[in-house]
């Protein structure tokens, strides 16, 4: 039978913008109960006000030391969690020549131990009522190997690595994981400061569109849903042969900085 999300209390985090405003709003539209989080109190009550019965709370998640706290506390107002979606993260778009050990460390404190703890804070209520559902926002960064993106790209792969290990642990328990794979979403991330331009050159996809195939997925099932789908087509063949991958990746991006009159550390 379909596990559907009517009924249902779901904690999407980063919801104030972008992909995490498009979900609460598609899942609430559905008829769950949605609790919001992010740093941007004004940005969350306009999500809020489309989610009707639902709650926000204004918090930091790279602040990790509040993170367990905050899924206790939420899933107590909320009366449980049925649907944790782990969807806040930051982007770093930076030449590893140019990268320094604190973005890195920040980066993978938001993208991945933050999530991680939001896990193993709520997975234990979640296997004890034997159901519930995780859905972890990565990315094609984490299967690519994008040009000045390390830092990310490396945080990503670390929560779907986690997330498949995860989804062997509680097979059968009732709780399902799911890893997300958006390619390019139309969303502000590309706008934040402290980042080089990025280096894509495809159309971006809406939010609203992913936010209603993740659902789908939530309902239906499935481990990894890659958005758009074609990209999966890419992982398959960069598995098959890493060098070429690898070297054509090389010659895109020189192309595209050339392209974009960016300089290259490496070449100035
Ligand atoms: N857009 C894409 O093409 C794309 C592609 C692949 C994967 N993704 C992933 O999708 C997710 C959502 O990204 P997006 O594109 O929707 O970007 P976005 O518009 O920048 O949204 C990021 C969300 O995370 C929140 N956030 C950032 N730092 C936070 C912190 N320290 N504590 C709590 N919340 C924080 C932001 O809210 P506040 O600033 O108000 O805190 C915002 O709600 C990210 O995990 C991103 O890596 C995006």
């Excluded at 999300?5 to 995490?20: P, Q």
């Excluded at 159901?131 to 690519?144: E, K, Y």
Aim: hydrophobic residues 45%; contains cysteine; proline residues 5%.
């Amino acid at each position: 039978m379909t596990w559907t999300v009517a009924g249902r209390t779901a904690l999407v985090t980063g919801a104030s913008t972008g992909i995490g405003a498009a979900i609460a709003r598609d899942l609430a539209a559905a008829g769950c109960t949605v609790g919001i989080c992010a740093r941007r109190a004004d940005l969350l009550a306009d999500v809020l006000a489309d989610c009707p019965g639902g709650r926000s709370w204004v918090v930091d998640l790279a602040d990790l030391d509040g993170v367990s706290a905050f899924a206790h506390t939420a899933s107590d107002e909320l009366g449980g969690i049925d649907i944790l979606v782990n969807n806040a993260g930051m982007p770093k778009r930076r030449h590893a020549n140019a990268l320094s050990v604190d973005e890195v460390d920040r980066v993978m404190a938001l993208n991945y131990l933050s999530p991680v703890r939001l896990i193993l804070a709520l997975l234990p209520e979640m296997l004890a009522r034997g159901d519930g559902r995780i859905v972890n926002i990565s990315s094609v960064a984490a299967r690519f190997g994008p040009p000045r993106e390390g830092a990310y790209a490396a945080s990503k792969a670390a929560i779907s690595a986690f997330s498949e290990s995860l989804a062997v642990d509680i097979s059968g328990s009732g709780v399902t994981v799911h890893v997300v794979n958006p390619g390019i979403i139309d969303t502000e991330l590309f706008q934040l400061p402290d980042n080089e331009p990025s280096l894509g050159d495809l159309p971006p996809e809406r939010a609203s569109d992913l936010a209603a195939a993740i659902r789908t997925q939530i309902e239906e099932g499935g481990f990894e849903l890659w958005f758009p789908g074609w990209m999966k087509d890419v992982a398959v063949g960069k598995a098959t042969d890493i060098d070429g991958f690898l070297a054509g990746s090389a010659e895109y991006t020189a192309e595209r900085v050339r392209t974009l009159g960016l300089t290259d550390p490496l070449r100035p």
